[in-house]
């Protein structure tokens, strides 16, 4: 095959990943060498990041794996899906001890086998009692074949929770080296508070909470309060649960920049440099329509667009509003 080298406008490379791209078995096409060759070329210099724990810097797009090993997709799909974002760059992959009661962990132990080292691996856990979290990260360690997390989240706040426990639990395993680095997800401004207020609560890495053009209410707080942190947050289901993919708004831009409504809603969500989109997706396609948004730009009038078609809920003001209450009444209390 005659390769012109030459450089290549973001159009035509979009339009390269979109036409060409989905077209190409990564599993077992003889071109997928060229393939990834020419996209990582490609994509040098153009692709999203963000400075996660410990001055590690990650692509700004991973990989969810919530619905994965559950039978929506069959395996082989599901871990070639994996593999080929894996060779895209979508080099952070999430998932927890909960998704499909360990199946998620136990495809993803399969996917990443022989290039651990290629991953920035994340899982999460669901309850904090007594030596739950170290036994938990165990067995999550186990089903996903490494012997180290690169991060471990707190997957919910519940009201018995002890947040001294909880760093305690996780610093122990940083320092017997079975996690790298940790966090919280789902956590509102005044639990963060709450968390900072616990001796070692600043090492949290990251807060990962919902996310994306139809759930924006993290931007009137919790997202300007882990800017000013130095804190990135991870922003899970960034398609809105795949209600955008079909959206005429963001087809008609992703139609100017030659790619599809879901790698513009991705781009959206990575815009600021402080958040990772984890997006999930059960085909090689998919996964590859959803790499695009690494190097997409958009315009300000883009933004501007996508800020008139989905301005935040009323749902979402409420809850900001409710939180922002409990924090006053709370600080009140305490003069």
Request: hydrophobic share 40%.
């Amino acid at each position: 095959m005659n390769i012109t080298r030459r450089r290549h406008s973001r159009r035509e490379f979009n339009q390269f990943c979109v036409t060409v791209g989905l077209g190409l078995s990564t599993a077992s096409s003889p071109l997928r060498p060229v393939w990834v060759q020419i996209a990582e070329e490609r994509l040098d210099n153009r692709r999203r990041t963000v400075k996660i724990c410990d001055g590690v810097i990650v692509p700004a797009l991973g990989q969810g794996s919530w619905h994965l090993g559950q039978g929506r997709h069959p395996a082989a799909a599901e871990e070639e899906a994996l593999r080929t974002g894996i060779s895209l760059g979508m080099t952070v992959i999430d998932t927890s001890e909960g998704y499909g009661g360990g199946r998620s962990e136990e495809l993803i132990g399969r996917a990443i086998a022989g290039q651990r080292d290629r991953v920035f691996l994340v899982s999460k856990v669901d309850h904090t009692e007594r030596d739950y979290i170290a036994r938990a990260c165990k067995t999550s360690l186990d089903r996903l074949g490494t012997d180290f997390l690169d991060l471990y989240l707190l997957h919910w706040r519940n009201p018995e929770d002890n947040l001294s426990h909880v760093v305690a639990s996780f610093e122990d395993l940083r320092a017997a080296g079975k996690i790298r680095a940790w966090g919280v997800s789902n956590f509102k401004v005044s639990d963060m508070e709450d968390l900072l207020c616990v001796p070692g609560g600043d090492r949290c890495a990251t807060n990962q909470v919902r996310y994306s053009l139809n759930s924006r209410g993290i931007e009137d707080d919790l997202l300007p309060w882990c800017e000013q942190c130095g804190m990135p947050v991870m922003a899970y289901s960034p398609l809105g649960g795949d209600s955008l993919v079909h959206n005429p708004t963001l087809a008609r831009i992703g139609a100017a920049h030659s790619c599809s409504a879901a790698a513009v809603a991705l781009a959206w969500v990575i815009r600021s440099g402080n958040v990772i989109g984890i997006p999930e997706a059960g085909s090689a396609a998919h996964v590859k329509e959803n790499a695009v948004a690494l190097s997409l730009r958009l315009t300000p009038e883009d933004i501007q667009t996508l800020d008139a078609a989905f301005p935040m809920s009323s749902k979402d003001k409420l809850r900001v509003l409710v939180d922002r209450t409990r924090r006053w009444l709370r600080r009140s209390c305490n003069r």
